[in-house]
């Protein structure tokens, strides 16, 4: 495609698809770093790890169904990398927490996966400035993920 072509009404840059294409591929590099953990049960893993205790927040932070998140977490239970436990005060909700067994592999995921992308940013003409675009990047996926959650919301 031309740079400015339209494609069903979306006006694309060879630059953009090119970006579009080097996010898929560099996922498809981490969750070969992964090798102990599918790149969708990674992801439960550090929403968890990060704060989001509940399955409910951890479908919302990743923009996933809740029977996705739930049977992510039953496997998980299972693997013995997560724990339920109960909410004081609210007997239907359940915490989940990461065993030492769930923070160690998740250690050792994100120990590949930062040595992977450390060698691409080094194969880039500036790899400090590539890193910190991708922290923008996920900052701007969290504002866009809260601004679609308060318009469901009504607000």
């Known amino acids: 495609?031309?740079?400015?072509?339209?494609?069903?009404?979306?006006?694309?840059?060879?630059?953009?698809?090119?970006?579009?294409r080097?996010?898929?591929?560099?996922?498809?590099?981490?969750?070969?770093?992964?090798g102990e953990l599918s790149?969708?049960?990674?992801?439960?893993?550090?929403?968890i790890a990060s704060g989001d205790e509940r399955a409910s927040r951890v479908a919302s932070r990743l923009a996933l169904g809740k029977p996705t998140v739930s049977a992510a977490v039953e496997t998980l239970v299972q693997r013995?990398?997560?724990?339920?436990?109960?909410?004081e005060g609210d007997q239907r909700v359940a915490?989940?927490?990461?065993?030492?067994?769930?923070?160690a592999l998740l250690d050792r995921v994100e120990a590949e996966m930062i040595r992977r992308?450390?060698?691409?940013?080094?194969?880039?003409?500036d790899g400090t400035q590539l890193l910190e675009s991708l922290a923008w990047l996920g900052a701007a996926i969290d504002d866009m993920q809260a601004q679609r959650a308060a318009e469901r919301r009504g607000g």
């Open 1 to 20: 495609m031309q740079k400015g072509a339209s494609k069903g009404g979306v006006v694309t840059t060879a630059g953009s698809v090119e970006a579009v």
């Open 22 to 34: 080097a996010l898929a591929r560099a996922s498809r590099v981490l969750e070969r770093a992964s």
């Open 39 to 47: 790149l969708a049960h990674y992801r439960v893993l550090s929403a």
């Open 80 to 87: 013995g990398l997560l724990i339920r436990s109960v909410v």
């Open 95 to 103: 915490a989940l927490h990461l065993t030492p067994e769930g923070f």
């Open 117 to 125: 992308i450390d060698d691409l940013c080094a194969r880039t003409p």
